[in-house]
């Protein structure tokens, strides 16, 4: 049956109670054009969705601090204006502490039961990721870094 978004199901064989989440997120949203702005759709499409596969995670999205959200893998009870206010206060917060120290390739914000990953693309643009547990495991981060640099060379 599904119950709040997910599936749960006892297996026939061994009687072992699973409880998978339904993938509730929406198709890619349409690009902004802008031209300061270079955006393969295609690559950074199959990019995110590569990383937005793995268990561990429940949703990615860029973030321009000038056009906002650009391309959104996130569940749907996220509202667009909702992840652009998150994209804000995670930019200003990278800002704050690069006028500190030197600069800042990631941050997270932890929860009880989840966590929010941003990492620095380029000047302007974030990758932003929902996490399902923190900290994330090692293939999770590498693939999390090999994203990254698909993103840079892309952009």
Avoid: W
């Avoid at 393969?40 to 860029?62: C, H, M, P, S, T």
């Avoid at 990631?106 to 996490?131: Q, R, T, W």
């Amino acid at each position: 049956k599904i119950n709040n978004g997910r599936i749960v199901f006892c297996c026939g064989s061994c009687q072992f109670l699973n409880d998978l989440a339904v993938d509730q997120r929406p198709k890619e949203e349409k690009v902004k054009k802008h031209p300061k702005i270079k955006i393969n759709n295609v690559q950074f499409d199959k990019a995110l969705n590569r990383l937005n596969l793995a268990l561990e995670i429940y949703g990615v999205y860029l973030f321009h601090t000038v056009e906002g959200v650009i391309v959104n893998y996130m569940p749907s009870l996220f509202k667009k204006k909702q992840l652009s206010d998150i994209g804000n206060r995670l930019s200003k917060s990278f800002a704050e502490v690069e006028a500190e120290r030197e600069l800042v390739q990631g941050m997270s914000v932890i929860f009880p039961h989840s966590a929010i990953n941003a990492h620095l693309v380029s000047k302007d643009l974030y990758l932003i990721i929902g996490c399902k547990t923190f900290p994330l495991s090692e293939q999770i981060t590498t693939r999390i870094s090999k994203t990254i640099q698909v993103l840079r060379a892309i952009n």
